[in-house]
């Protein structure tokens, strides 16, 4: 074609063809570059996680904080290689999306993982050192180097059509992609959390219970959450032995000790659900989970050290059995655990969104992770062992215990009961939230006017 046109015009071409070689060249440079620094941070974060490890088998290490910072990094730059990759189709995805996706999926727990057991975390980190000493070694054979150059990459045509292409992507289906991650994660967690009591299925949100028996007496463990569909509070209260007993929980505040108040209406509200009934009232009613009590009046005298330990009982009546609310009172509480409570009460008279994020991140500051460590020893084990006490003191009276307890309760009652010598009869998922009510309830809510005040405000999530 160059030797159709004037002998003037072909050099000006070859010019132009080299001024845009040029700036190629530069561009890829710049995007090598990027790369080969990449490479060396998930070098690093491998090299320091096998090193902590290694010295962590040994007794101990005093790597952590180095290995956060590190890991942190390369997070940021495992995003910035996303979009690199998406835009310069030069780089060699096969080597960049192994690394970026094994961050990303160790980053949100390594879903289903767990990290609670050592092996876990050290095959991790020795699975990132193979991949990473794989893209070196591709690097070295397919381009005769470590790092990779601009020279030796490759080049593409129809790169507008590839660049429209990549906006597509990064626009559309990484969002996607992304949230579907961390919604997994999230539900990965939580399942883990709870020992499998609590579960995420392809139609819902499903909760176990397990029946334990030794010799004739019957122990039967549900996982509870704070709000779900009527008809599952429904069944669950017709599925009572009426000569059993039921060992509920419910925290009491007899001595008025906690600030803010705890209310799931809003949140239930938003979803399509029901709070979770107290038992014995109806499925469809407003009460909140709580035992039946009010706390005492300033101006009243505080209960007696006894009378605070003394178990909330509610008599057989025809039908329905015994319900004793064998849990803990805030009193038991350490000071830190009582203002963390509060702190938590006062999430739910945010009046915004932003408010909530705010006040989320001021509690993350006002609490250290020693203080969140004697939080969580209180509101789990604190109140697994005073619901433990009330059930030995009434095993001998009673054939069957019901102990509808929340999830992450469940593995560390579970594993009580055994210790007792109860053995595992058979266990069953029972479905608590049909995904199907809560699409069809937030469909609704965005098909209303979004006139007036805000819409989050309106709907009183955060507020009971």
């Given at each position: 074609m160059l030797s159709r046109l004037p002998p003037n015009s072909v050099g000006w071409v070859r010019i132009l063809e080299l001024d845009q070689s040029e700036r190629r060249s530069v561009f890829l440079a710049l995007a090598a570059l990027f790369a080969n620094a990449y490479l060396i941070a998930f070098a690093a974060d491998a090299g320091v996680s096998l090193a902590d490890e290694f010295l962590k088998l040994g007794g101990a290490s005093?790597?952590?904080?180095?290995?956060?910072?590190?890991?942190?990094?390369?997070?940021?730059?495992?995003?910035?290689?996303l979009f690199v990759c998406a835009f310069v189709p030069h780089l060699p995805k096969y080597i960049f999306l192994p690394l970026v996706f094994f961050d990303f999926w160790v980053s949100f727990g390594a879903p289903p993982l767990t990290f609670s057991d050592p092996s876990t975390s050290l095959g991790l980190s020795a699975a990132q050192a193979a991949l990473i000493a794989s893209a070196f070694a591709i690097n070295r054979f397919a381009f005769g180097s470590w790092f990779l150059t601009a020279r030796a990459l490759p080049r593409k045509h129809r790169l507008v059509l590839r660049t429209i292409i990549s906006l597509a992507v990064v626009g559309l289906v990484m969002p996607v992609l992304g949230v579907g991650l961390l919604l997994y994660a999230f539900g990965s967690m939580v399942e883990k959390q709870t020992g499998g009591y609590l579960q995420f299925t392809s139609a819902g949100i499903e909760v176990r219970e397990t029946i334990l028996r030794k010799g004739d007496k019957t122990v039967r463990l549900i996982g509870m959450v704070h709000v779900g569909e009527p008809s599952f509070y429904e069944a669950l209260n017709n599925s009572f032995p009426p000569d059993g007993l039921v060992l509920a929980e419910g925290v009491t505040d007899r001595e008025g000790r906690l600030a803010g108040s705890f209310s799931y209406k809003g949140l239930a509200e938003v979803l399509g659900l029901k709070v979770q009934p107290q038992f014995g009232q109806p499925a469809n009613g407003a009460a909140d989970r709580k035992p039946p009590t009010v706390p005492a009046k300033p101006e009243q005298p505080a209960p007696s050290k006894q009378e605070a330990h003394e178990s909330i009982s509610i008599p057989a009546t025809p039908g329905h059995p015994r319900i004793i609310y064998a849990d803990a009172d805030v009193s038991d509480f350490s000071p830190t655990t009582i203002r963390f409570l509060g702190k938590v009460g006062e999430l739910y008279g945010s009046s915004s969104f932003s408010e909530l994020l705010a006040r989320l991140n001021a509690i993350g500051k006002a609490f250290t992770d020693a203080d969140l460590k004697a939080v969580f020893e209180d509101i789990l084990y604190k109140r697994n062992t005073r619901v433990l006490a009330e059930f030995d003191k009434r095993i001998?009276?009673?054939?069957?215990?019901?102990?509808?307890?929340?999830?992450?309760?469940?593995?560390?009652?579970?594993?009580?009961?055994?210790?007792?010598?109860?053995n595992i009869e058979s266990q069953r998922m029972l479905p608590l939230a049909r995904y199907q009510t809560i699409i069809d309830r937030l469909m609704q809510l965005t098909r209303r006017p979004q006139s007036g005040t805000s819409f989050w405000y309106r709907q009183k999530i955060w507020i009971g």
């Open positions: 005093s790597l952590g904080d180095f290995r956060e910072a590190i890991a942190g990094l390369v997070v940021l730059d495992s995003l910035a290689m001998l009276e009673y054939d069957t215990i019901v102990m509808p307890w929340g999830a992450q309760h469940l593995p560390g009652l579970e594993a009580a009961m055994r210790a007792r010598g109860f």
